[in-house]
């Protein structure tokens, strides 16, 4: 039996949209590699997915090219159903490494988009970078200079500034990967808390299995280069996730199924 058309419901129109994109580089030495083919993916909005995939198969080149700071070889990305061609601040990104402005001390470096978008009023996204770098557990170093700083210190910094203002999307690239694994975890339930929060998208790329599985809705696995989409894996986990999970039964299926999915060259951690 067909069910009748409900009137009135458009489908909803995905907050982010990748439309059969690619990239192929070309090195300096003339050879073509072709870093993502044909990805399709899209987003609703308060998303949370994670994207896992080896090493050199195109994550960091598809977070770029969302973010608008990479031009695709092919297809488009589109934002709240527009075309993206240049960054745009709705689209906010953290990079796979800290990158800090050396002469500004680390609450300058926090403040940065502010000053950049021209955001107001200044004193009070003054008090939310300093609460964020006590999140961040930074307090006492506000002042600081990212050089006086170790590298995960330094990464967290550049989290802090992804977390300054909301931008409907946010774009993390292996984000906690330097961190030593406590900081880590609790870093995980941090950004769950401030993802609920504010109510933005989140794409969170990472090597980890079980990081992906505890913060994301659904985790989309990468193909080997030329990187495409290989599955999609629903993580149909209650929220609010505690690292408790980590140990039921249901959280280890999922993890399996990944691991099985990205095969065994991947490793455990990988
Ligand atoms: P991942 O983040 O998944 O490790 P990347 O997106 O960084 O992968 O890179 C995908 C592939 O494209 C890799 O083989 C990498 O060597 C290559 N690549 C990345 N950036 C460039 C570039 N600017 N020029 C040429 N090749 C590149
Ligand atoms: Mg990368």
């Not at 990748?18 to 990239?23: N, T, Y």
């Not at 690239?173 to 993802?195: C, G, K, Q, V, Y």
């Not at 794409?203 to 992906?212: D, G, K, S």
Request: one cysteine or more; hydrophobic letters at 45%; a positive charge.
């Amino acid at each position: 039996m067909r069910r009748p058309v409900e009137a009135g419901t458009a489908p909803a129109v995905p907050i982010l949209a990748l439309r059969d994109v690619s990239k192929t580089y070309r090195t300096v030495r003339g050879e073509n590699i072709v870093a993502l083919s044909q990805t399709s993916l899209a987003f609703e909005a308060g998303e949370f997915v994670a994207i896992v995939g080896p090493s050199g198969c195109g994550k960091t080149t598809l977070l770029n090219i969302t973010a608008g700071l990479l031009r695709p070889s092919g297809g488009t990305i589109l934002f709240r159903n527009a075309a993206i061609d240049g960054p745009t601040p709705e689209v906010g990104m953290v990079f796979q490494g800290p990158v800090l402005l050396p002469w500004r001390k680390v609450i300058e470096n926090v403040l940065l988009p502010i000053e950049v978008l021209g955001l107001r009023p200044a004193s009070r996204y003054r008090q939310r970078a300093a609460d964020l770098i006590g999140m961040l557990g930074l307090a006492g170093f506000a002042e600081r200079y990212p050089r006086e700083l170790s590298g995960g210190m330094q990464q967290r910094v550049s989290i802090a500034r992804a977390l300054i203002y909301d931008s409907s999307v946010l774009l993390m690239d292996e984000p906690f990967a330097a961190l030593d694994a406590m900081t880590r975890e609790e870093l995980n339930l941090e950004l769950l808390r401030i993802w609920k929060m504010t109510g933005r998208t989140i794409l969170f790329v990472t090597h980890n299995i079980p990081e992906a599985v505890l913060l994301s809705d659904r985790v989309v696995v990468m193909t080997p280069r030329p990187g495409k989409v290989s599955a999609v894996v629903p993580v149909p986990l209650p929220r609010p996730r505690s690292l408790a999970l980590l140990g039921d039964p249901a959280f280890g299926a999922i993890a399996s199924r990944i691991r099985g999915l990205l095969g065994p060259r991947s490793g455990p951690a990988a």
